[in-house]
């Protein structure tokens, strides 16, 4: 009887001299807490989970990572030069900046002040951010602001939104001027000084 409960006894022992060793193993597996993550950790985190992930995004829902990766994996689109020639100035920017960072400026009709036209550039601003395009605006002057687009290739869809705002005086992509309902109604008033 005694040799039974020697052998239960050792059986306990084991178990629990095996746990308590496993546990030990499980904690120096521990993985690194999310708030020490660096940026790159994140960054190779995202990676195997895209290359986990099943479902495959359309490419107006994708996010401007996969347009510009950070570590150059992106190919700059390939177009072969006849597909360039009678092409309008639209498509041509459209096919070569797309997934480029792009600068347009727009300028304020009337004599705004610099808060004014803080005040109605926001609005545009926030009408394109809702309208889902990436815009980053700055104050250049007091009539004039600069939109950085993320994708060069939305350039001509966010200055004909632009052109068609009252206080929109002149939209400039690439040296070249858009005028907009502001110039308008300055000719009108113009017209009807003299």
Request: proline residues 5%; charged residues 30%.
């Amino acid at each position: 009887m005694h040799s039974f409960y020697f052998i239960l006894l050792f059986f306990i022992l084991l178990y629990t001299f095996h746990n308590t060793y496993a546990d030990d193993k499980s904690k120096s597996k521990i993985k690194k807490d999310p708030i020490d993550f660096t940026e790159n950790d994140v960054n190779n985190l995202f990676e195997q989970w895209e290359e986990n992930d099943e479902d495959i995004l359309p490419e107006d829902e994708r996010h401007d990572f996969y347009l510009r990766h950070p570590y150059g994996k992106h190919q700059p689109p390939m177009f072969k030069p006849e597909e360039l020639t009678g092409k309008d100035p639209e498509s041509l920017i459209k096919m070569t900046k797309k997934g480029q960072t792009m600068m347009m400026f727009a300028t304020v009709s009337g004599n705004p002040t610099r808060r004014e036209t803080e005040e109605i550039t926001q609005i545009w601003w926030a009408a394109l951010k809702n309208a889902l395009y990436d815009v980053t605006k700055y104050i250049v002057d007091d009539t004039r602001v600069l939109f950085l687009l993320q994708d060069g290739s939305q350039a001509y869809e966010v200055k004909n939104y632009l052109v068609q705002q009252d206080r929109c005086q002149e939209v400039t992509i690439d040296n070249r001027p858009y005028y907009g309902k502001g110039a308008q109604n300055a000719q009108q008033a113009k017209s009807q000084d003299l």
